[in-house]
């Protein structure tokens, strides 16, 4: 048992596609109760100077965590999902997410760490247009809780 | 919208104050796709041993994802952003839920019209971010 520490520095395949969409920008919005105009309304978002409604910040987690699910529940790695939380996340922007984007993401296991009894996994996740410009890295860091 | 010229390292943001509801939980469980039991069912989540249904972490980085692009005026400011998810947000089965305050420092002035802000947030006594720290673009 136990998390396999060789796993670091592996790569899984980019996902499928994904086509944001102004409908689930505002689901998302409403979701977390931000009224922003920037993500439901086009003329608000176009006078700010975006092509069409952007996406809150934490929208790309919708993205990474679909992709980085290749890597956590990677048999080999070994996460006993039942005993993991979300411990840390971070996202670089080079842009915000937009409606019309069509994007694919592609992980890394860029972090293995044992503190204690606690076992820490971080995942890269780059999101970039299926065009190959970058809009945004998710560094997203579990916490296997240990069962001794 | 805030101007780079116009802030000051040291200076606090106003704080404001999020609500967090059982319904707010089930809409965001709907728009991440994350369905985990201890977000909605207050049945599995005493038996896994946590006090109450909680919050996603997601959850409460949004809300300070919107305490941050709401002082920067500018929804898509952001360049970097990442927090340290240091305690649960109880969600009671009642007509408040629970409350997220958040409050802001401005931590750094950096090249590029870069402004660095140290971000905490609360939930009644816990600290449920820390090392939280939000990069905007200011014009």
Request: aromatic share 8%; hydrophobic share 40%.
């Amino acid at each position: 048992m136990g998390v396999n520490a060789d796993y670091l520095g592996r790569s899984y395949p980019a996902t499928e596609p994904y086509e944001v969409s102004r409908v689930k920008i505002a689901d998302f919005a409403e979701a977390i109760g931000d009224p922003n105009p920037l993500y439901t309304d086009a003329s608000a978002a176009q006078a700010a100077g975006y092509p069409d409604v952007i996406a809150p910040p934490t929208f790309p987690i919708v993205i990474t965590m679909a992709a980085s699910r290749a890597a956590i529940g990677d048999p080999g790695l070994g996460i006993n999902y039942a005993m993991v939380v979300h411990g840390e996340q971070r996202f670089t922007y080079s842009r915000p997410l937009r409606a019309g984007d069509v994007v694919v993401a592609q992980s890394t296991i860029s972090g293995i760490r044992e503190v204690g009894s606690m076992t820490m996994v971080t995942t890269e996740t780059e999101i970039k247009t299926v065009d190959g410009e970058h809009v945004c890295t998710g560094y997203g860091t579990l916490v296997e809780r240990g069962s001794g | 919208m805030t101007k780079f010229a116009d802030v000051t390292v040291g200076e606090q943001l106003p704080p404001a104050s999020y609500p967090a509801t059982r319904l707010s939980l089930v809409k965001y469980c709907g728009a991440s796709g994350d369905f985990n039991f201890i977000h909605w069912n207050e049945r599995i989540a005493r038996s896994v041993g946590l006090p109450n249904v909680i919050a996603h972490g997601m959850f409460t980085m949004a809300q300070a994802g919107r305490y941050v692009t709401d002082w920067a005026g500018d929804a898509g400011a952001l360049v970097d952003f990442g927090v340290r998810f240091s305690a649960m947000v109880v969600v009671p089965d009642d007509d408040t839920g629970a409350t997220i305050d958040v409050s802001g420092t401005v931590e750094e002035k950096l090249d590029g019209n870069l402004v660095a802000v140290a971000l905490t947030a609360r939930s009644g006594d816990a600290k449920v971010l820390s090392r939280a720290r939000a990069v905007v673009r200011l014009p």
